[in-house]
């Protein structure tokens, strides 16, 4: 099948532009692509810093009703997706026969700052990487079989499509491209982060000093950046032993050194 206009938020045109370009398949593709045109993600597109390709996987299909799904063998409730489509679509944006291709599903390996810097990495080099956003039941395991290559899942629960784990995956990657946030600094101590020692975040406060009867700690208002800096890292490492006593315990004085 040759290849249908595919509806993208920024043209991918890697022979041209220099940037890498994440490509999202989806059946909604109006959904994915007023999340990739607002805030940052959408910023990030128009600076040029990374490229958006919106494909609908009902251009693939092969009938006039753009059926994409299907009863499943063997019987049982929830419909399929058909593997042709959802092929058909891979191999119409993939400019690399070892491209990454994701699927969205409960059943991948759980999504992390690990695995974010990981696909970052993997964006960078590769210049692209596909996203399939799966629907109903799941999709057909030939699909997976013929065109997916890493799976990956944003928590033990499920959701009535791929798209928003899609979203959540670019999201992640595209902030912590170069150049994307003004300070990148600001994504280099959120919670999750090495210098976090894979911990929580601190607490954070801005103006007004005092706001019904709640004042900022005064070691924020002192201007001393040695004592601002220790007392964050102790204040994230006793907030991860409070709330997530199940991460790494990180030692401030192993961030300091860090």
Known sequence: ??????????????????????????????????????????RAERQGQVGYEVVDIRDFAVDKHRTVDDTAYGGGAGMIMMAQPIVEAVESVRESDDATVILTTPQGETFSEALTLELLADLQDKGEIILICGHYKG??????????????????????????????????????????LHNQDSAGNDSFTESRGGG???????????????????????????????????????????????????DPKDAEDR
């Open 1 to 42: 099948m040759s290849r249908p206009d595919d509806s993208s938020v920024g043209k991918s045109d890697m022979n041209s532009v220099a940037k890498p370009i994440i490509k999202i398949l989806t059946l909604f593709p109006d959904m994915v692509r007023t999340v990739l045109e607002t805030s940052i993600p959408g």
């Open 139 to 180: 999709i057909d395991e030939r699909a997976r079989e013929l065109v997916v290559n890493r799976e990956v899942s944003i928590g033990d629960y499920v959701l009535t499509g791929g798209e928003l784990p899609a979203l959540v995956i670019a999201d992640a990657l595209i902030r912590r491209i170069d150049g994307v």
């Open 200 to 250: 929580l975040d601190c607490q954070w406060y801005t103006k007004p000093p005092e706001f019904r009867g709640l004042t900022v700690p005064d070691v924020l208002l002192s201007g001393h950046h040695g004592n601002i800096e220790k007392w964050r890292r102790e204040q994230a490492a006793d907030r991860t032993r409070s709330r997530r006593p199940d991460l790494a315990d990180p």
